[in-house]
């Protein structure tokens, strides 16, 4: 079965063939869903031939191609860091779906590297979103089919069991660079808000810092950094040049050195000439800051996906690509 966008009556019928799948939708087409093998988050964004809003279907990643069995569980802030370590399966993934600005996010986004065994399977997903008119005013859910509860703070995981003769990963990708020729960001502290730092090595306030950008470029720059060799991006949530105070949507972490993001002047091809190179994507996440940026609404997009507030590969990202990929096992 093709991933892609789906009547809820279509969706219905795949859940009692047993199917075992990642849904995606708004609350009305997500509630009432029968008990079955799915996992489920909310966004109206979508890749499905071209980049589209839609409120009246619920896309699906089918996995039942490659998965031979699968288990369905909701975590809180007590519990989330049991996530990988409560995993039965040798060989698999862990799919999972978080609430935005609900504590379990919190935990999980400032925590999720020091978990035990998190590195053991992939872990993907996503942060559940609404349209971004709506942030703030209308918080997205996430579900699983045990019980088909939707829930605004615990967040949503799938164990898939794959077969041994395959093998999957993750893999994240990020479209802008970093601007070199900008002043080096140091922390003294984790976590999503921020106020003191280094800016070129001299004490400083990241919100004026900021505040300071703003008034020559005419926005805020995101920010971006290495992590062994991966680009990973900080997307601003809030400024408060007054105190000097920041938010971002995704934690900083104080080994990372961080600069302004070099944006890309054409997401799109970009889009498509990367994942285009793909030949085996099982579920593809990407940020609402492509979609928007990247004015991709009724433009080709060579993947099916979702379009979300957060992408996780074993960690919170933002404004990332995150693709689940299969391999067959290599002999040995």
């Known amino acids: 079965m093709k991933n892609g966008l789906y009547t809820k009556d279509q969706v219905i019928e795949f859940i009692k063939q047993g199917r075992i799948m990642h849904l995606c939708g708004n609350e009305d087409t997500l509630k009432g869903l029968p008990k079955g093998n799915w996992v489920a988050g909310m966004s109206p964004y979508f890749m499905d031939g071209v980049g589209k809003i839609c409120n009246d279907k619920i896309y699906v990643d089918d996995f039942s191609f490659i998965a031979e069995e699968c288990e369905v569980a909701t975590f809180d802030k007590t519990d989330i860091a049991e996530i990988a370590s409560r995993n039965k399966y040798g060989n698999g993934f862990i799919f999972i779906v978080l609430p935005i600005n609900s ?37 997205p859910k996430v579900a699983i089919g045990s019980d088909g509860i939707l829930h605004d703070a615990k967040a949503a995981v799938m164990y898939v ?92 972490y104080t080994e990372d050195t961080y600069h302004c993001v070099k944006p890309n002047n054409d997401y799109l091809a970009t889009f498509n000439r990367r994942l285009g190179r793909k030949t085996d994507v099982i579920a593809c996440v990407s940020c609402t800051s492509y979609f928007m940026q990247g004015d991709f609404e009724y433009r080709h997009i060579d993947f099916n996906g979702v379009y979300t507030f957060g992408e996780i590969a074993y960690q919170l990202l933002n404004k990332t690509i995150v693709t689940l990929e299969v391999d067959l096992a290599q002999p040995s």
């Open 103 to 139: 504590e379990v996010y919190f935990t999980f986004a400032n925590h999720s590297l020091e978990y035990e065994h998190i590195y053991d399977n992939p872990v993907v997903g996503y942060v559940s979103a609404v349209r971004l008119e709506e942030y703030g005013k209308k918080q």
């Open 161 to 252: 069991k794959v077969a041994n003769r395959l093998r999957v990963r993750a893999e994240i990708m990020n479209f802008d660079t970093i601007d070199y020729a900008s002043a080096p960001l140091k922390f003294p502290k984790p976590g999503f808000d921020q106020c003191d730092c280094l800016i070129n090595g001299e004490p400083g306030k990241i919100g004026k810092h900021l505040e300071r950008i703003k008034q020559e470029t005419g926005h805020y720059p995101q920010l971006i950094t290495s992590q062994n060799g991966a680009l990973v991006n900080r997307d601003i949530k809030y400024v408060n040049a007054e105190t000097g105070e920041a938010s971002f949507f995704a934690p900083i």
